[in-house]
C-alpha cells in the first residue's frame, strides 16, 4: 500500500470514526475520555481467564485489591489500609478499610477476601496464580475489617502478588457474572459491553474518595488496525492509546503540539513459545537450531520500528537481577543447519507458527518465519483470532511455535507451572524457583533468579526474543496517565484533563 493510500485511509476511518463518536467525544473535553485498545478481552473478570486486555480495563478501575502496585513497582494500602507481617514472614495481618461497598450496593468485609481467595485456591479454579492461593494454609477473620492469612511457605513478593489482576477482590453475590457484567469496589462502575466496540465505564459516585477521581466517564474503544487508531488521535476522536505500537505512523504525533509521545518499559518478554513435547521440538539440537537462527534486531527493526529491547531469557532487562544471555546461542544459521542433521532432520523440519491478532506477532512472525526457513525450517503460518489461540495454544496446547508477549510482572515462575502450554517439566529448573520464591534475603532470591534465567537460556525453552516497549500516545492536556507499566494496567483513579 502507498502512503498516499495509507494516509486515505487513515482519514476515512477517523472521519468515520468522528461522525459515530460525537455525543461521547463532546465530552471528553473536560471529564470523559475515549481509550484506544487493540484487543478486545474475552471477558472481564480477570480472575477467569488470562487474557491481559481484562486487566487493562478493570484493574484498579472497576476491581481493587488488598494492596495497589504503583508505576514504580512499590506497593501502596488499597482495600488493606495497613497490615504486618510476623517474624517467619508468614502470617500477614490486613487492617481493611470500613464503610466499602461493592457496586451493587453490599458491604466489603473480611468475608469477601476469605471467600475470593479460597474460591481462588479451589479445585476447580482456572486462576492462571492458583499457586499463590493454594499456597494460603489458612484464612481467618477475627472480625468484619481484619483478614488474617497464614501461608505455607514464605513469599517475600506476596503484598506484591496481592496487587495484581488475580487477585482483585469480588463478593460472592456477584462472582457467577463478573465476566459479562462487573461487580467491584472500584472508583468506576461498569455501563455497557458493545461487542466488538467497546467497553464503557462512569464514575462511582458512591467511591470513598470520590472527589479525587475527576473523570466522570472511560470508554475503551477496540481498534485493531494500528493506522486507524493513530487517524482516531489526529481526528480528536482518541484522547489516549495507552499501549501503542511503535510505527511509521508516530511521527506524524509527534510533530502535533497536541499531542504527547512518550516511551516507557513494560513487563512484556516477547517470545517464540515453543511447544517442549512436540516429537521435534523436545530435542534440545533442534530448540538450539531455532535459538541460533533468530536475528533479535531484525525483528525488533522490522516489527517494532526500533522500539524493543533484546532479550536472552525470561526476565525483564529493567529488574535489578536480570542477566543480559543474548549471546547465549549468536546468530549462526550454518550451526542452525548442523544441529537440525544432527537432531535427524537433515532435510528440513516443517513447522506451524500459529499467531495471535496483534502487531509484534503478526508482522514480527513473519520476520521470524523467513528466519527460520533460512536455516532450513519449513515453517506454515497460521493467523488466528484471541479466542482461537487462547483455546487451541494456551489450553489444548495443540500448536507448535507461536508468538506472544507475556505481560505479568516477574513471571519467570510460569516455566515451573505444571501443565504450562510451554509443557517444559524440568525439576531442576522447578527447584530454584521453589528456592527463589522462599528466599527472603535478597541476595540469595537474587543468585537464584539468576540461575532461572540461565536455566531457561541453556535450554532454550523458547525463543526469547524482545521486552515489549510502552509507547504511549496522549493529548496534552490528559494528565496522570503512567509511563511504565510494572503491570498492563491504566489506572484511571489519577487521571484528570489540565
Request: proline share 5%; no cysteine; aromatic share 10%.
Amino acid at each position: 500500500m502507498t502512503m498516499f493510500r495509507n494516509f486515505a485511509y487513515a482519514a476515512a476511518v477517523a472521519a468515520t470514526a468522528a461522525v459515530a463518536g460525537l455525543p461521547f467525544g463532546a465530552m471528553a473535553a473536560k471529564t470523559s475520555v475515549n481509550i484506544a485498545m487493540t484487543l478486545e478481552p474475552p471477558g472481564l473478570d480477570p480472575r477467569a481467564n488470562p487474557a491481559a486486555a481484562i486487566g487493562q480495563i478493570a484493574l484498579y478501575n472497576i476491581y481493587e485489591n488488598l494492596t495497589h502496585v504503583n508505576q514504580d513497582a512499590t506497593v501502596s494500602p488499597m482495600l488493606a489500609k495497613s497490615w504486618t507481617v510476623s517474624d517467619d514472614g508468614l502470617v500477614y495481618t490486613f487492617n481493611l478499610l470500613t464503610g466499602v461497598k461493592f457496586h451493587d450496593g453490599t458491604d466489603f468485609t473480611s468475608a469477601d477476601v476469605k471467600y475470593t481467595f479460597e474460591a481462588n485456591a479451589a479445585e476447580g479454579s482456572k486462576i492462571k496464580r492458583k499457586k499463590r492461593f493454594v499456597n494460603m494454609a489458612k484464612i481467618e477473620t477475627p472480625d468484619a475489617n481484619t483478614v488474617r492469612i497464614t501461608l505455607k511457605k514464605p513469599r517475600p513478593s506476596f503484598l506484591f502478588w496481592m496487587g495484581e489482576s488475580t487477585a482483585v477482590i469480588v463478593g460472592e453475590e456477584s462472582a457467577a457474572t463478573n465476566a459479562t457484567k462487573p461487580v467491584g469496589t472500584g472508583p468506576f462502575k461498569f455501563v455497557r459491553w458493545v461487542k466488538g466496540d467497546s467497553v464503557l465505564m462512569e464514575k462511582n459516585a458512591d467511591y470513598r474518595d470520590a472527589a479525587s477521581v475527576k473523570l466522570t466517564k472511560v470508554k475503551y474503544r477496540f481498534i485493531k488496525d494500528q493506522s486507524a487508531q493513530i487517524a482516531a488521535m489526529m481526528s480528536g476522536d482518541l484522547d489516549l492509546i495507552p499501549f501503542s505500537r511503535a510505527s511509521a505512523g508516530l511521527g506524524a504525533l509527534q510533530a502535533n503540539p497536541d499531542i504527547v509521545v512518550s516511551f516507557g518499559t513494560t513487563e512484556g518478554e516477547t517470545i517464540l513459545s515453543t511447544n517442549n513435547k512436540h516429537p521435534a521440538l523436545a530435542k534440545l539440537k533442534v530448540r538450539q537450531a531455532i535459538a541460533h537462527a533468530i536475528d533479535r534486531k531484525e525483528i525488533i527493526d522490522g516489527a517494532m520500528f526500533g522500539a524493543g529491547i533484546p532479550i536472552g531469557s525470561h526476565f525483564a532487562p529493567h529488574n535489578p537481577d536480570y542477566l543480559d544471555l543474548t549471546g547465549t546461542y549468536p546468530l549462526d544459521r550454518a550451526k542452525s543447519k548442523a544441529l537440525l542433521a544432527e537432531a535427524g532432520y537433515g532435510d528440513g523440519l516443517a513447522l506451524s507458527l500459529k499467531l495471535p491478532p496483534t502487531g509484534y506477532a503478526r508482522e514480527g512472525g513473519q520476520i521470524v518465519a523467513q528466519q527460520l526457513n533460512k536455516a532450513g525450517f519449513k515453517i506454515s503460518i497460521e493467523n488466528v483470532e484471541w479466542a482461537v489461540w487462547l483455546k487451541q495454544v494456551y489450553k489444548q496446547k495443540t500448536y507448535d511455535l507461536s508468538i506472544v508477549s507475556h505481560v505479568e510482572p516477574m513471571d519467570i515462575g510460569i516455566y515451573a507451572r505444571k501443565g504450562y502450554y510451554f509443557q517444559y517439566d524440568n525439576q531442576e529448573f522447578n527447584g530454584i524457583i521453589e528456592k527463589a520464591d522462599g528466599a527472603r534475603d535478597p541476595a540469595m532470591r537474587s543468585k537464584y533468579l539468576k540461575m532461572a534465567q540461565r536455566k531457561l537460556a541453556n535450554d532454550a525453552v523458547n525463543g526469547f526474543l524482545f521486552q515489549l516497549a510502552k509507547t504511549t500516545v496522549r493529548k496534552k492536556n490528559l494528565m496522570g496517565v503512567w509511563v511504565n507499566s510494572p503491570m498492563f494496567v491504566n489506572d484511571m483513579r489519577s487521571v484528570y484533563w489540565k
